[in-house]
């Protein structure tokens, strides 16, 4: 058995994990040593390769439209930021919009997003149905009473290049990962003293951070936390369709099935009602959503899409906080080196560069510096005060 320190301990190298590795790396203030712990560096069963890559500033809270939108300028600039000896990845980012759509029973409340939205600075349309219709020719506007249009700074990207090129990037500025397993986590007086991992290693840590994703619940536990994240199973459903249909943006019916290009083709899905989404690992396709639910959905909202041919589907687990779908980021307040960046609910992806970068700020400078994050914090699970993210896809 080996005993080492490390100022910070990130446990899970996913996305969220990675990008906290890059912004503590690349600080010029910060030259503590980081160790990123990740079980399994294939990602097989994490949420971001599996993630659809979406990227959008129209959110209902103001902090998740501030953090779309540093989003799209960190997106802008990773090809500068995240290269590494001269080589610049790409992301592979289309900025091809999302759509909202709304009925007449969802028009006030679609109106209050854009307020927010608009206010933060993003360039969200608002459409009425003949301002929809003349945009967008292959929409039915029947029964919809308005839509909300990313113009700017809204799209898709490869979800697992990201992920790749923070993890590249904090490398080569001296963040180390490390394959194993954080298997219990060690509390000494009003702290964390140390991570124990599967292989018997021990680490001494200045600080834990709590990036594990999906199993983030399950994590916060062996520090005596109860975060109520876990899995939920999503499947994203791949299909053809015979008819061009220009400028799809990512579009979301007020079924909750949501549609955009890939490729050649398209991908959809829905997310499943509360009663019909139990917490799982089984990270199995769900063929049933559809029959039932999607092609229906599709096929109403854009008649192209009739005739369409479902040519494959993959299920991800998204890492779903059941309070209020809404990241928890931020220290413990009494256990004062335990740090959380989680709980993202289906919009981690895009959040993983302001999450990566609060994380640096709540450790090199102890307290944040740029979006003010403090409602993310844990304190709003333990006192049951959700803050409420309306616009979970
Ligand atoms: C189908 C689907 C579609 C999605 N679409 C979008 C989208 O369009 N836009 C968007 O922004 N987000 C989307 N998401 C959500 C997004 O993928 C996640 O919110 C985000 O990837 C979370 O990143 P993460 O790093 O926290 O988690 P993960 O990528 O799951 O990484 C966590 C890592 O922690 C590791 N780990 C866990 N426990 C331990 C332990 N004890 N020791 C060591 N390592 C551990 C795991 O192996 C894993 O690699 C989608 C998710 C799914 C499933």
């Given amino acids: 058995m080996t005993a080492e320190r ?23 203030g910060f030259d503590g040593r980081v160790v990123v712990v990740e079980r399994d560096p294939t990602y097989a069963r994490a949420s971001t390769p599996l993630s659809a890559g979406g990227i959008r500033q129209q959110f209902s809270i103001r902090e998740n439209v ?9 997106i802008g600039r990773a090809g500068e930021l995240l290269a590494v000896d001269g080589e610049a990845p790409d992301l592979g980012f289309v900025e091809g919009g999302y759509l909202f759509l709304a009925p007449p029973e969802g028009r006030a409340i679609l109106a209050e997003n854009h307020a927010v939205q608009t206010a933060a600075g993003a360039a969200i349309a608002w459409l009425e149905p003949d301002g929809l219709a003349a945009r967008f ?42 394959t194993d397993e954080v298997v219990a986590i060690e509390r000494s007086g009003g702290g964390v003293e ?4 599967a292989s018997g290693d ?35 459903y791949q299909i053809d369709c015979r008819e061009p249909l220009p400028l799809l943006p990512l579009t979301i019916d007020p079924s909750g099935v949501f549609v955009r290009p890939e490729g050649k083709g398209y991908i959809c899905g829905v997310s499943p009602p ?22 229906p959905a599709l096929a109403h909202r854009v008649p192209a899409f009739e005739a369409v041919k479902l040519t494959g589907a993959w299920a991800g687990p998204y890492d779903y906080n059941a309070l209020d779908q809404n990241a928890v980021i931020g220290r413990h307040p009494t256990i004062g080196n335990l740090l959380f960046a989680t709980g993202f609910s289906g919009h981690g992806l895009q959040q993983s560069p302001a999450a990566g970068r609060a994380v640096m700020e709540l450790v090199v400078h102890g307290g944040y510096r740029t979006i003010d994050l403090s409602r993310f914090g844990i304190e709003r699970i333990f006192e049951n005060r959700p803050l409420k993210e309306r616009n979970v896809v």
């Fill in 66 to 74: 501030e953090i779309g939108l540093f989003a799209r300028e960190f």
């Fill in 6 to 28: 490390a100022e910070v301990v990130i446990v899970g190298g996913g996305a969220v994990g990675s990008a906290a590795a890059y912004f503590l790396a690349a600080e010029p």
């Fill in 274 to 295: 509360e009663d019909q989404d139990p917490e799982s690992w089984e990270i199995e396709v769900d063929w049933r959503w559809f029959e039932e639910v999607v092609w």
């Fill in 194 to 197: 140390a991570v124990r991992l």
């Fill in 137 to 178: 020719p292959w929409l039915n506007v029947d029964g919809l009473a308005a839509g909300a249009f990313g113009e700017r700074g809204e799209g898709w990207l490869d979800p697992n290049t990201l992920l790749q090129s923070f993890k590249r990037k904090a490398r080569a500025l001296g963040a180390e990962y490390r």
């Fill in 202 to 236: 021990r680490i001494e840590c200045g600080t834990v951070l709590v990036a594990a994703g999906a199993n983030a619940g399950a994590v916060a536990r062996l520090a005596g936390v109860a975060l109520p994240v876990g899995p939920r199973i999503r499947t994203i």
